[in-house]
């Protein structure tokens, strides 16, 4: 048997944290989407406007039997700069903003600690927020896996490569 769990996650592009959580051990599926807005079914080029509201964001369904939750979240704030404001490096906007989506109370309250906890790495404060989940859309076929399928890619050189030796480095036991 196994312990599925899914959670849904805004770390900027969603295209570092998943060519993270796709070579983590115990992680079964990695969902680039939108969530987080009011606009029904946005697409990349609405998303990217900043004017629907939504995050680019992650839904990663991991095997709790494998890879602990807190590996899965320690992650989540390695993988991004979570002090940072509407912004990730070059991308800026409220659609790259560092969030965590509850599904509910419990949820909300262990994303809480994880923050709490998360800050102790970190001088500057923790501006990820805490939201509802609303629906959760996945992205356009290109965004899934984008890294496996375009390592040469010079975003993915600059920008996921680093991000990719950082949760290695850290999390040496869980990401090949």
Known sequence: MSDLRTLTLGAGCFWCLDAVYQRTTGVREVISGYTGGHTDNPGYR????????????????FDADIVPEDVILGLFFTGHDPTSLNRQGYDVGTQYRSAMFYRDETEKQHFAEAIESAQNLFDDPIVTTLEPLGTFYPAEAVHQDFYTANPDNGYCRVIIDPKLHKARTAFAEWVS
């Open 46 to 61: 609405e998303v990217c406007s900043g004017m629907t509201g939504h995050a680019e964001a992650l839904q990663v369904t």
